[in-house]
């Protein structure tokens, strides 16, 4: 039992979720070099494929997600369109997903621990 220590609990308002969406050519090889580094720089920084070009990170807060949004800022290809939208973790859970006509099972909330 641990004394004098106080828990807050984390409203589904607080915890935020990264969507980064993105439509980069793969016409050449150079620019599909460049899609795969994209799509391997967002799964080191602990981002999940959510579709093929929309990939999702659970945040412990506002401020840890532009820490996120900055380093992507920073490894975006010349070309192409990325946007990157964040959400309550209120808001992900409404999110409906689809597997043809039948509803897929629901989206697990998130859960993180983060260690500073």
Not at 56 to 83: F, L, M, Q, W, Y
């Given at each position: ?77 010349e070309e ?30 998130a859960i ?5």
């Amino acid at each position: 039992m641990v004394d004098n220590i106080s828990y807050k609990r984390v409203s589904s308002y607080q915890l935020m979720w990264i969507l980064v969406m993105f439509d980069l050519p793969t016409e050449t090889k150079r620019q599909r070099k460049d899609a795969s580094d994209f799509r391997k720089y967002l799964l080191k920084d602990g981002f999940t494929m959510f579709q093929f070009s929309i990939y999702v990170r659970n945040c412990a807060s506002r401020e840890n997600t532009k820490v996120h949004i900055d380093r992507i800022k920073n490894c975006i290809p010349e070309e192409g369109k990325v946007c990157i939208i964040t959400i309550t973790e209120r808001q992900f859970q409404e999110i409906m997903t689809f597997e043809g006509k039948c509803k897929s099972k629901k989206i697990p909330d998130a859960i993180q621990l983060e260690l500073f």
